[in-house]
């Protein structure tokens, strides 16, 4: 293989839900790609893998750096998503379109089926001879991506969490009571269990976490909460939204009949409140509480504004221009990983496309405490450095008490 790679354009695309960091890995990839001389275009697909069906390309060589660095700074996919899931057919049609515009690079920001996509797409181009460099850059808040130690997004979604329940204690500290917080996580708990780091002081939430890993029971989650409310005199609880029972069967999928379903044929479990309802219809008619709240995190983990890693910032911009020096550079195809080495620190590698596609992560066991509902210090000690170097403290009052004097 030629260490040079064809000299053509590059098309560059994001696939799946956005994050607070996707944009610095696009400009990440666009600004290195420019270095190139054998890159005479790079070209940016507008909604992912649609776009590049439609033909929906805007000419990212005619962007000023200026503006590039501003959309790095910036949550949300610039270039929009999609859900598109394709298929083979799909793809043999998105290669065809690229074939016609002279396109010799292709890198696809996304999770695991986005890796597929590009995996299939590279195929097509190997069996037409057709030179090709595909590159899968990571990103997922749901941190699941096999081969990765983590992923770009998670970091700050991860932070946005902690925080928000570093909120809600609080609060609850202020007026106690039972909070639940639903957080996004279908298969894997990292995002849900983010919410640790909330805790400060030994009387802080989360006092419980449930996560995907561990099969949820009603009766264990009311003694649970029984156990906590009646030590504490609170309940500050983290759930995913994809608890399931178990068989395996989501836990919200036996609250309605009417469960909608997503492109990729999953339950729909985001945009609806009705599993934190429903846990804490069950708390107040079985234990007696009254006060007792849920809320549903949904899409507000995922691109919040004014709450980001620098170090999920700093990967993520480093993933992407890492994906434009494995293409260019080398002239190899594959997914571009994350690899943990020392106290903290990270190395960039070029994985199999077919080792990160389609399948997810799930949080080792060593994560989850033996009770099924918190997490472990080695969990602490594996989130620590990803929400970066500048998250936010909560303090009490020191103060003693004053002797009674009426009241003994």
Known sequence: MNNIGKKGKLLIAQGGGPTAVINQSLVGAVLEARKFPQVTRIYGALHGVSGILNEDFIDLTQET????????????????????????????DMFNIMKAHDIRYFFYIGGNDSADTVRIVNEKAAQENYELRSIHIPKTIDNDLLVND????????????????????????????????VVMGRHAGFLTAAA????????????????????????????????????YG???????????????????????DSIEKDSHGNIQLSGTGSLGDMLAREIKEKLNIKRVRSDTFGYLQRSFMGCVSDTDQREAREVGEKAAQFALWQNVDGSVTIHRTGNYSVDYRLSKLEDVAKYTKSMPDN??????????SDFIDYIKPLLGSNMPVAYKLRAPRVEKILNK
């Open 150 to 181: 983590h992923c770009p997004g998670f970091g700050s979604a991860a932070k946005f969490v902690a925080q928000a329940f570093m909120g809600v204690n609080l609060d609850i500290n202020s007026l106690p009571g039972v909070y639940i917080g």
């Open 65 to 92: 750096t200026q503006n590039l660095e501003s959309v790095a700074c910036t949550p949300s996919s610039a270039l929009f998503s999609t859900r598109d899931k394709p298929d083979a057919n799909y793809c043999i």
């Open 367 to 376: 994560f989850i405490n033996q009770a099924a509902n918190g997490v472990t």
């Open 196 to 231: 640790a780091m909330a805790k400060k002081y030994p009387e802080d939430g989360p006092h419980l976490i449930y996560l995907p890993e561990r099969p949820f029971t009603m009766d264990k989650f009311l003694s649970d909460v029984k156990e906590t409310y009646e030590k």
């Open 234 to 256: 609170k309940c500050v609880i983290a759930v995913s939204e994809g608890i399931c029972d178990n068989k395996g069967q989501a836990i919200v999928s036996k609250i309605s």
